[in-house]
């Protein structure tokens, strides 16, 4: 049974015909049980598992971002978060990858943003309704990440850099929590930003704070 889908194991055992099953919402099955999501420490939900009996996981639903060119006014703007997709794999018996799908993209209805640089400069960026609440929920997900993750780290920031760090959180705007942390001059807490993470040698506290906002 090592090679057989988990999903294939259901249909035998109850006698389902699989087609119905490809395209639904698998949460409406009592026979499978679904998992919290998983998220990265920037918060981006990465995956979304259904389990058979609570044991064999059945169904893995994978996110990723879509990232391309986006004209405005004849201009060509590359590397625009445009979008997001999903990819459902069906998990085998040995816990493998035995099957997999893409699902349609979701697109967002982009819209220019004209953001002042100085005087005689303006950047413009692109957003969406979709796509301001998907970063949102990111930024404060990532927020409970590092909160779980580390609490004594977390409060420190949150100490130190309250209204930035609050500013960051709703606006996205991170260009004053990165300075204030960039010109931090209190010996202790620098102390803490530059020790190296375990596991992400040799990057430091303060690096990976950092890599992980917007």
Partial sequence: ????????????????????????????????????PIY?????????????????????????????DHEYEGIVYPNTF???KSNMHWIDWAGEIG???AMQP??????PVFNRVDENTVKITFSSQKQRAILKSER?????????????????LYARYTSDYEFYLKTGKKEKLVLA?????NP????????EVFGYEPRTVKELILMNLQ
Avoid: C
């Fill in 1 to 36: 049974m090592s090679a057989q889908l988990v999903i294939d194991h259901i249909v035998e055992e109850r006698g389902i015909n699989l087609n119905t099953l490809t395209d639904k919402d698998f949460s409406q099955f009592n026979w499978l049980n679904e998992r919290e």
């Fill in 82 to 84: 445009i979008g997001v």
């Fill in 106 to 111: 979701y697109y967002f209805r982009l819209e």
């Fill in 40 to 68: 990265n420490m920037k918060g981006q939900k990465v995956s979304k598992s259904y389990y058979f009996a609570n044991k064999k996981e059945a169904i893995r639903i994978v996110y990723e971002r879509l990232f391309g």
């Fill in 140 to 156: 404060y997900s990532a927020d409970d990440y590092l909160q779980a993750q580390n609490p004594d780290l977390y409060a420190l």
């Fill in 188 to 195: 202790d807490i620098n102390a803490v930003f530059d020790n």
């Fill in 99 to 101: 099957a997999s799908k």
């Fill in 181 to 185: 942390m960039n010109s931090e001059t």
